[in-house]
């Protein structure tokens, strides 16, 4: 059993920098595989950016790949996405999830709002 609770988001201009951090309780915690999942409004539910138990191979959507990292710090049971060079189009609600396997994301934070301004 894994809760996420997400922060770090608000309002930033274009070419702005904003990281998001997810905090998560639960003692197997490093052995989950984590993912950050973002929807706009009127726009599906996007997989962003996804991290292995070890996140040494993490993927990233065509969309944010050269802006994006996704990190983690399993002593601090914390999963981090570092937004660069923020485009209006990342506006949206952010996601921490987390699941056992890759892929499959049982656990899901609350979101928070990113918002970037032209």
């Known amino acids: 059993q894994v809760q996420l609770v997400e922060s770090g988001g608000g309002l930033v201009q274009a070419g702005g920098s904003l990281r998001l951090s997810c905090a998560a309780s639960?003692?197997?915690?490093?052995?989950?595989?984590v993912a950050w999942f973002r929807q706009a409004p009127g726009k599906e539910r996007e997989l962003v950016a996804a991290?292995?138990?070890?996140?040494?191979?993490?993927y990233y959507a065509d969309s944010v790949k050269g802006r994006f990292t996704i990190s983690r710090d399993n002593a601090k049971n914390t999963v981090y996405l570092q937004m660069n060079s923020l485009k209006p189009e990342d506006t949206a609600v952010y996601y921490c999830?987390?699941?056992?396997?890759?892929?499959?994301?049982?656990?899901w934070g609350q979101g928070t709002q990113v918002t970037v301004s032209s």
């Open positions: 639960g003692r197997s915690f490093s052995y989950y595989a």
């Open positions: 999830t987390a699941g056992i396997l890759q892929g499959n994301y049982n656990y």
């Open positions: 991290a292995s138990r070890s996140a040494s191979n993490p």
